[in-house]
C-alpha cells in the first residue's frame, strides 16, 4: 500500500487522491499541513528536502516527489495512461504544460488569495498572475473546442492534473464564463465514475478568498 503525505486543499494533492479513488488502489493518507509548517520539520525533509507536499512512500520506503511524477507512476498499466507511445507522450506534454504554464499563475493567485494576509504585497502580483493564468485556459479552451479529452480518446492523468487547480480557479479570481468549452470539461471530468471534490479550504482561508474577489 502506497502512503500520501498531502494537504487536502492543495490541488498537487488532490490530484493524487482523485485517481487513487478512480482507479481504485488502496492507499494511506498523512495530512500534512504545508501552510503550518508540517513540510518543514527535520523528519518531513529527511523524506523530501525540497519540503513540498505531495509525497508518496512505497512500503519499501522509496520515496516519489512531484505531483505529476507521482500521477504517472500511479496509473501505469492503467486505462487512465495510454498506452500508445505517441498518445502517452500528448498525455505528458499537457502535464508539462500544467505545472509550467498552469499552475504557477492559477494556483500561485489561490494561494495568495487564501492563505496570505487582506494587506500582503504579495497581493500585488494578482494582475500579472491572473494575465497569465487566463492564456493558459485560453490554450486549453481551444483544444477542448476540438477535443473531449487532455489525456487522448479518453480521460485519464493529463485531465486529473489539469482539472485539479482549474476546477477552483474562481478561488483566485478568475471568471471562466467565457470558456464554454472548458466550463463542459469540468463537468464531464466530476462526473467520471468515482470522482471525488477537493475538500473545501479551512474556514479562515475561505474567509480571505471571499474577501479577496
Not at 486543499?9 to 503550518?36: A, F, V
Request: with cysteine; hydrophobic share 40%.
Amino acid at each position: 500500500m502506497n502512503t500520501i503525505h498531502g494537504y487536502s486543499p492543495s490541488g498537487n494533492c488532490h490530484k493524487l487522491r482523485l485517481l487513487l479513488e478512480q482507479l481504485p488502489l488502496p492507499y494511506r493518507w498523512i495530512e500534512t499541513d504545508s501552510s503550518r509548517g508540517a513540510t518543514r520539520t527535520l523528519e518531513y525533509l529527511a523524506l523530501n528536502p525540497n519540503g513540498k507536499v505531495p509525497l508518496l512512500v512505497r512500503d519499501d520506503g522509496s520515496v516519489l516527489v512531484e505531483s505529476n511524477a507521482i500521477l504517472h507512476y500511479l496509473a501505469e498499466g492503467s486505462a487512465f495512461l495510454p498506452d500508445d507511445p505517441w498518445a502517452r507522450a500528448q498525455a505528458l506534454s499537457w502535464m508539462f504544460f500544467e505545472q509550467y504554464s498552469h499552475e504557477p499563475y492559477i494556483a500561485v493567485a489561490r494561494f495568495i488569495c487564501g492563505w496570505t494576509p487582506l494587506d500582503s504585497p504579495r497581493r500585488a502580483e494578482l494582475p500579472r498572475l491572473r494575465e497569465r493564468g487566463h492564456q493558459a485556459l485560453a490554450v486549453m479552451e481551444r483544444h477542448l473546442s476540438r477535443h473531449p479529452w487532455f489525456t487522448g480518446a479518453d480521460y485519464g492523468i493529463a485531465d486529473i492534473a489539469l482539472f485539479a487547480y482549474t476546477g477552483v480557479a474562481a478561488d483566485g479570481g478568475f471568471d471562466l464564463t467565457a470558456y464554454r468549452a472548458l466550463r463542459d470539461w469540468l463537468i464531464r471530468v466530476r462526473a467520471t465514475p468515482g470522482f471525488v471534490p477537493m475538500p473545501p479550504p479551512a474556514p479562515e482561508h475561505a474567509a480571505l478568498i471571499a474577501a479577496s474577489h
